[in-house]
């Protein structure tokens, strides 16, 4: 069983050496699975593609290059996309940050619950003993809220955390979500492409689950990527597009 490894970087030279060793030394424990790296390089401007390339002869690893910054979205459908071009039906599709706040030894517990029968799991913020380390009051207050008014829009049993960028996802249930829907699987380039996706599938009607999880802010090393105001904007366009779907149908 291979474990395709999602990874969309922009500006992390001082994250991505450290995660990949850390997710090799998770998934290698276990002589079950086999990890492939898919690395997207989202034009980064510092030294992040040559810390990537300098460790291509140490672990399997796909690299997809950006000339320029393209955003979270785009990435994450070109990621997608390569797994998909290496994804057997009974492999597992991980996503997660590459700036350090999602930290590797959750992918285990991801791993177990979808061997246990769930197509897409997610590593939640909102599920008892998760926690958020090192983000602002105001920032927590507004993903909070956010995931209030999401439970109540689109209520998906057993989701709380619609945003989390963390997840595993069945192979077979990414193969034939592609199918699908095809190239235009994603069409929001910016954060709001996982909500986005996440409402996608739940249209679908695959199983869902949570784990428990602690985002680690403190961890990051890098600046922060997200404009709030433009990912509020755009955000708030899924959600409309979403409540016309469904007044539609």
């Given at each position: 069983?291979?474990?395709?490894?999602?990874?969309?970087c922009y500006?992390?030279?001082?994250?991505?050496?450290?995660?990949?060793?850390s997710?090799?030394?998770?998934?290698?424990?276990?002589?079950?699975y086999k990890?492939i790296?898919?690395?997207?390089d989202?034009?980064?401007?510092d030294g992040?593609?040559?810390r990537?390339?300098?460790?291509?002869?140490?672990?399997?690893?796909?690299?997809?290059?950006?000339?320029?910054?393209?955003?979270?979205?785009?990435?994450?459908?070109?990621?997608?996309?390569?797994?998909?071009?290496?994804?057997?039906?009974?492999?597992?599709?991980?996503?997660?940050?590459?700036?350090?706040?999602?930290?590797?030894?959750?992918?285990?517990?991801?791993?177990?619950?979808?061997?246990?029968?769930?197509?897409?799991?997610?590593?939640?913020?909102?599920?008892?003993?998760?926690?958020?380390?090192?983000?602002s009051?105001f920032?927590?207050?507004i993903?909070?809220?956010?995931?209030?008014?999401?439970?109540?829009?689109?209520?998906?049993?057993?989701?709380?955390?619609?945003?989390?960028?963390?997840?595993?996802?069945?192979?077979?249930?990414?193969?034939?979500?592609?199918?699908?829907?095809?190239?235009?699987?994603?069409?929001?380039?910016?954060?709001?492409?996982?909500?986005?996706?996440?409402?996608?599938?739940n249209?679908?009607?695959?199983?869902?689950?949570?784990?428990?999880?602690?985002l680690r802010?403190?961890?990051k090393?890098?600046v922060?990527?997200?404009?709030?105001?433009?990912?509020?904007?755009s955000?708030?366009?899924?959600?409309?597009?979403?409540?016309?779907?469904?007044?539609?149908?």
């Amino acid at each position: 069983m291979k474990i395709l490894i999602v990874l969309c970087c922009y500006n992390e030279q001082d994250n991505i050496e450290g995660l990949l060793n850390s997710i090799n030394v998770v998934i290698s424990n276990s002589k079950y699975y086999k990890s492939i790296f898919i690395v997207v390089d989202d034009g980064s401007e510092d030294g992040t593609y040559d810390r990537i390339h300098a460790h291509m002869n140490h672990y399997s690893i796909e690299l997809v290059r950006h000339k320029k910054n393209m955003g979270l979205g785009v990435s994450l459908r070109d990621g997608l996309n390569k797994a998909l071009s290496l994804c057997c039906r009974e492999d597992i599709i991980i996503c997660l940050d590459a700036d350090n706040t999602h930290r590797p030894f959750y992918i285990l517990h991801m791993i177990r619950m979808i061997k246990e029968g769930f197509d897409f799991v997610i590593a939640s913020r909102y599920r008892c003993c998760s926690r958020i380390v090192g983000l602002s009051l105001f920032r927590r207050s507004i993903s909070y809220f956010l995931s209030i008014f999401l439970r109540g829009a689109f209520p998906i049993k057993g989701v709380r955390d619609y945003t989390s960028g963390f997840r595993a996802i069945r192979g077979s249930a990414f193969i034939d979500f592609r199918k699908r829907f095809g190239e235009r699987f994603l069409i929001q380039e910016g954060f709001e492409s996982t909500l986005e996706l996440l409402l996608k599938f739940n249209g679908l009607k695959y199983s869902f689950c949570e784990i428990p999880f602690i985002l680690r802010y403190d961890m990051k090393r890098s600046v922060s990527k997200m404009n709030l105001i433009k990912t509020v904007k755009s955000t708030l366009l899924v959600i409309k597009s979403n409540i016309l779907d469904k007044l539609l149908k």
